[in-house]
């Protein structure tokens, strides 16, 4: 079934065009990078998808459904920027999450806050910001979403771990959910992606299965993505 579809989805700020008529379909079951630079479209595409914004023309339908309050309850969101109260506990968030989602799994929460050594009686104003984009990712992907949106995941974490935390987190969600995840650290997930987007001034310039894109240039998707926007 498809999770995600948008047909000539248009989205302008002024007169800035941040989409136009984007086509897409992304099927369940899949983790998908969605790729481009700054003021590409990406964060527009989210929010619409999230029921942030709303399209200018065009239709959008997640799980065959338009945005809305039914489709929230099977999306789980990261945003890029933090949304976590400062002067929270992490177990005071534990108990928000709990409380507020009918699919939190706080036990695999718990576990993975313990797996990456991160006590839950700090205040997340304590925590480094590569810290407290861990707990955003756990509480995230702990979850049990039909798709989850990670929008810039691992920026702030500090390189040598962002392996450690992929392999982790993505080591039990349900393979039956959708992944999709906007990043400019192409190299550090490229080996998770099954499908690339390129969004460039708000069109689709490839979407495309990762390893046939890879095996036709001969090239990984960081070197494919800095040769087509000249990065």
Same mark, same amino acid.
């Given at each position: 079934?498809?999770?995600?579809?948008?047909?000539?989805?248009?989205?302008?700020?002024?007169?800035?065009?941040?989409? =136009? %008529?984007?086509? $897409?379909? !992304?099927?369940?079951? &899949?983790?998908?990078? *969605?790729?481009?630079?700054?003021?590409?479209?990406?964060?527009?595409?989210?929010?619409?998808?999230?029921?942030?914004?709303?399209?200018?023309?065009?239709?959008?339908?997640?799980?065959?459904?338009?945005?809305?309050?039914?489709?929230?309850?099977?999306?789980?969101?990261?945003?890029?920027?933090?949304?976590?109260?400062?002067?929270?506990?992490?177990?005071?968030?534990?108990?928000?999450?709990?409380?507020?989602?009918?699919?939190?799994?706080?036990?695999?929460?718990?576990?993975?806050?313990?797996?990456?050594?991160?006590?839950?009686?700090?205040?997340?104003?304590?925590?480094?910001?590569?810290?407290? =984009? %861990?707990?955003? $990712?756990? !509480?995230?992907?702990? &979850?049990?979403?039909? *798709?989850?949106?990670?929008?810039?995941?691992?920026?702030?974490?500090?390189?040598?771990?962002?392996?450690?935390?992929?392999?982790?987190?993505?080591?039990?969600?349900?393979?039956?959910?959708?992944?999709?995840?906007?990043?400019?650290?192409?190299?550090?997930?490229?080996?998770?992606?099954?499908?690339?987007?390129?969004?460039?001034?708000?069109?689709?310039?490839?979407?495309?299965?990762?390893?046939?894109?890879?095996?036709?240039?001969?090239?990984s998707i960081d070197q494919i993505f800095r040769e087509d926007f000249r990065c």
């Amino acid at each position: 079934m498809n999770i995600i579809e948008l047909g000539q989805v248009s989205k302008s700020f002024g007169p800035v065009k941040a989409l =136009e %008529k984007i086509n $897409l379909t !992304l099927e369940s079951g &899949r983790i998908i990078g *969605l790729l481009g630079t700054n003021g590409s479209g990406k964060s527009t595409m989210i929010k619409l998808i999230n029921d942030l914004l709303v399209p200018d023309q065009g239709i959008v339908k997640i799980n065959g459904q338009k945005p809305g309050i039914e489709t929230k309850k099977i999306i789980s969101y990261l945003p890029e920027r933090s949304y976590l109260d400062p002067n929270m506990k992490v177990v005071e968030i534990l108990r928000y999450f709990q409380d507020f989602y009918a699919d939190f799994d706080r036990q695999k929460a718990e576990d993975l806050l313990k797996e990456f050594m991160i006590p839950v009686e700090r205040r997340i104003k304590t925590l480094s910001k590569g810290t407290r =984009e %861990k707990v955003q $990712l756990i !509480l995230v992907m702990s &979850r049990k979403a039909k *798709l989850y949106i990670l929008d810039e995941p691992m920026a702030g974490v500090d390189p040598a771990a962002r392996d450690h935390i992929l392999d982790t987190i993505l080591s039990g969600y349900d393979e039956e959910a959708t992944i999709l995840i906007s990043t400019h650290l192409i190299a550090d997930v490229e080996r998770v992606l099954d499908e690339v987007i390129f969004l460039d001034h708000g069109r689709i310039t490839r979407h495309e299965q990762a390893d046939q894109l890879r095996m036709r240039e001969g090239k990984s998707i960081d070197q494919i993505f800095r040769e087509d926007f000249r990065c």
